[in-house]
């Protein structure tokens, strides 16, 4: 006989858990890529991380991990670019009626390395 009684609990896998909390250290108005959580995690690529985000992540920012070319993800757009505003999150291509803007990744893009290493000459 199985029941909930001494069950144990769902988990995520660890590489999801690692992948979530990435995406929950992106700062408002900045973003990473799939390919930029996969070089940080030091395993998985691209893919990988996007499944876990079509998977699981809808609890974490998933608007700040977007697609190498600035690209709104399919079917998300408006709610995407709602947040992007909301934010401050450089866009590009707002001028054009009728065109879906995409994120400015130069401007947007967020380097964690590069961040605490500004936080560290701050300090010093």
């Known amino acids: 006989m199985t029941g909930a009684i001494g069950a144990t609990p769902?988990?995520?896998?660890?590489f999801a858990d690692r992948v979530l909390t990435a995406a929950e250290r992106i700062p408002?108005?900045?973003v990473q890529t799939y390919g930029d959580i996969a070089r940080q995690l030091g395993e998985g690529g691209p893919r990988q991380v996007g499944r876990v985000m079509a998977l699981y992540g809808g609890a974490v920012p998933w608007w700040r991990v977007v697609r190498a070319d600035g690209r709104l993800l399919p079917g998300h757009?408006?709610?995407?670019l709602d947040q992007y505003r909301a934010e401050?999150?450089?866009?590009?291509?707002e001028s054009n009626p009728?065109?879906?803007?995409?994120?400015?990744?130069?401007r947007a893009r967020w380097h964690p390395d590069e961040a605490a290493r500004e936080q560290e000459e701050e300090g010093a």
């Open 28 to 30: 408002p108005g900045r």
């Open 10 to 14: 769902h988990r995520l896998p660890e």
């Open 98 to 106: 009728g065109d879906t803007p995409r994120l400015d990744m130069r």
């Open 77 to 80: 757009e408006r709610r995407a």
């Open 88 to 93: 401050g999150t450089p866009l590009r291509g």
